[in-house]
């Protein structure tokens, strides 16, 4: 395998990793509403689970409240039922027409445990940007085995990959710091 397909293939798997603990952390639920929490919710829609933004209108009238307003208003019983057995830990109130779910204010306590949680995703992304490290490095060792590379080309291509990994950890601890700032905030 050519050297700058290994990097490619690194730096894809990093990439992935990168996106990865971007999901994880939109699933985390901050003290404002974001209507991304209900992104992994599907709602059994005539024996198809369906994500409610594709039956819903969604809208924030204000930072701590999420709106929803199904296109066919049969549906509302389905979706707050859903939302009922969603692990959220929110309370859906259903008036007839809409949903409203209230986003209560974080209490400090929570807002530290919201934090570890992160922090640990960030430390999975860490690993895994790692294990491609790992696993490109090997690759160029075999290529120098295998396939008759010098090994001055080894130790820059293993300079190269260590480069491509300090870049994405920082772009993991930028994203954990964001993110932290964000469940800190009042």
Not at 33 to 55: C, E, F, H, K
Not at 67 to 94: Q, R, Y
Not at 118 to 128: G, L, P, S, V, W
Request: proline share 4%; aromatic share 4%; net charge negative.
């Amino acid at each position: 395998m050519a050297v700058e397909d290994i990097m490619l293939e690194a730096e894809e798997r990093m990439e992935k990793a990168v996106d990865s603990l971007g999901e994880a952390f939109s699933n985390v639920r901050t003290g404002r509403a974001n209507a991304m929490v209900l992104d992994r919710i599907r709602v059994d829609y005539y024996g198809v689970p369906t994500p409610i933004n594709q039956m819903a209108a969604i809208k924030t009238p204000d930072a701590h409240m999420l709106v929803i307003e199904p296109w066919d208003k049969g549906t509302l019983g389905a979706i707050e039922h859903a939302l009922n057995n969603s692990n959220l830990g929110l309370t859906p109130t259903n008036d007839g027409n809409l949903i409203r779910l209230s986003f209560p204010t974080l209490t400090e306590e929570r807002r530290r445990e919201l934090v570890k949680q992160c922090k640990a995703y960030a430390e999975e992304a860490r690993i895994a940007v790692r294990n491609a490290r790992r696993d490109a490095n090997s690759a160029v060792e075999k290529a120098v085995k295998n396939d008759g590379l010098p090994e001055d080309e080894q130790r820059r291509s293993e300079a190269d990959i260590q480069k491509l990994t300090d870049s994405y950890i920082a772009k993991v601890e930028e994203s954990f710091k964001k993110k932290e700032a964000e469940v800190m905030e009042i």
